[in-house]
């Protein structure tokens, strides 16, 4: 709308002139080397416009034969180009889909038309892993690095390549590299922090999860954490070697960062009594115990306390369990402590307490248990049913592996199945124990055949702690 009124405004004041000049025609004379030429205004206005209008089509035609040659060139250039890309883009399809010999096809396509190795490289690479074939996917990659626009892409697959062929120094070398280039990238970080545990450089990687910190990469509480568990790691490096008061040092780190890391806890408490510490170290545990009893922390508290003979150990598991003494970890505890100073009434009490508390009947409560019958009744018979039945009860708590599963007696920083850091936790282990249909009963046979009462228990099973 807006155009057209401009135009009628404009051939109004066209029209609009050429009125004046018709009813006002007036006369030009111009004289040049004894010529006279006599005319009107409007025919001079007349021809200067012809001749702009003449002039202005032939410097445009002039242009168009001027830019001819290199505007068929550009033309030329754009389409060999737009192929290019639609045979990168029809190769980077067919690695998402899996077919190698297409990718590889159109990749070299794409690279005869756009002569851009930066562009093709990538795909050529992952063209030639899906074939298997690493040793070109490395020259590849390694021609990547060569040039910075493709640097950090060509590092972050000879990274996968090292890491698949478990070269961790070579990789630990190259994320080293990357994260120079890319120092926020959440990625690199994680596998540089993640080398450095599997390389045993327990230092550097307290300062990359400083790093990761300061990045806002990890949070605070997750920081706090890891810090924890390498100090606890390198205090166990610090014993080793024998160097007691960097080890000492570490561990009360990793207490301060972690008041409830069970390891750190108990060793340094163990430190702490056997230093003449005893009170220090006793309320450690003390506080440990209120917060999360474990099992691990009732021998450095009897050290602590000088409990020596059985009775004493009583009155101190006793005393270490006010806060929680309904807790299943109490109780077993007062029951242990009760069956080495044989009170009997007071273990077969506790005992019974934890079988009622826990969720399912545990492997060590029914051992327990076989041993109270065996020595206070000396009823092999009972003991043996109780025995029987520890075998398909839950099994003991352990340190679980929450990535792999696996299963040790004694916490360690890394996983030594997965390699996975810090995955360990306290809990009964993931397994399915039942007996096979008709397993009950030929076991009440088996204790029939021995003289004693036939007792027969129904299968039971574990579940996930």
């Known amino acids: 709308m807006f155009r057209a009124l401009v135009f009628f405004t404009i051939l109004g004041f066209v029209i609009w002139g050429t009125l004046i000049l018709t009813d006002l025609p007036g006369l030009v004379s111009l004289e040049w080397r004894g010529y006279r030429i006599d005319t009107t205004v409007a025919f001079l206005l007349g021809a200067i416009v012809l001749t702009s209008f003449t002039s202005a089509l032939v410097y ?25 890309y639609q045979a990168l883009t029809r190769g980077m399809v067919a ?8 990718a590889d096809r159109q990749v070299k396509r794409a690279d005869v038309l756009l002569d851009e190795p930066p562009l093709t490289m990538l795909v050529s690479a992952q063209s030639a892993q899906m074939k298997g074939d690493e040793a070109a996917a490395s020259k590849f990659f390694t021609a990547m690095v060569k040039r910075p626009e493709t640097e950090f892409l060509g590092l972050r697959g000879l990274l996968n390549q090292a890491i698949k062929r478990g070269d961790k120094v070579e990789a630990l070398s ?16 994680s596998n540089m922090f993640d080398l450095q545990i599997r390389t045993g450089q327990w230092l550097d990687a ?22 924890a568990v390498l100090s606890y790691q390198l205090s166990l490096l610090a014993q ?12 009360r780190d990793a207490n301060k960062l972690a008041p409830g890391f069970i390891p750190a806890v108990a060793d340094l408490a163990g430190r702490w009594g056997d230093g003449g510490k005893a009170k220090k ?57 009760s069956l080495e ?15 009622a508390a826990a969720p399912l009947p545990q492997a060590r409560i029914c051992r327990m248990m076989a041993e109270l019958e065996e020595i206070e009744n ?37 996983c030594g199945k997965c390699e996975e850091f810090d995955r360990f936790d306290w809990r009964i282990p993931e397994s399915i124990l039942a007996l096979p249909e008709g397993a009950g009963l030929q076991e009440s046979q088996g204790l029939e055949d021995d003289g004693h009462e036939t007792v027969q228990l129904p299968p039971r099973g574990i579940e996930a702690g």
């Open 240 to 251: 080793d070697t024998g160097d007691g008061e960097v080890a000492l040092g570490h561990l």
């Open 174 to 189: 190259l994320v080293r590299r990357a994260h120079r280039l890319q120092p926020d990238s959440t990625w690199v970080a």
């Open 378 to 414: 000396a009823d092999s018979g009972l003991a043996r049913e109780w025995l029987m039945r520890a075998s398909q009860a839950a099994a003991d708590p352990a340190w679980v592996c929450d990535h792999c599963g696996n299963t040790v007696a004694t916490w360690s920083v890394v």
């Open 95 to 102: 690695v998402a889909a899996g077919d190698a010999m297409e």
């Open 206 to 227: 307290r300062v990359t999860c400083d790093d990761l910190a300061r990045s806002s990469l990890i949070g605070k509480d997750d920081a706090k954490r890891r810090k």
């Open 341 to 355: 100073v044989r009170l009997w009434g007071e273990a077969r009490q506790y005992l019974e307490q934890a079988l």
């Open 281 to 337: 170290a006793a309320k450690l545990i003390e506080e440990a115990w209120s917060a999360a009893p474990h099992q691990d922390l009732l021998g450095p508290y009897w050290r602590a306390l000088n409990a020596s003979d059985a009775l004493e150990r009583v009155r101190a598991t006793e005393k270490l369990v006010e806060k929680q003494s309904r807790h299943l970890e109490s109780l077993i505890a007062l029951a242990r402590a």
């Open 60 to 84: 445009r035609f002039w242009l168009f034969l001027r830019r001819a040659p290199g505007n068929m060139a550009g033309a030329w250039k754009a389409k060999r180009r737009q192929r290019g």
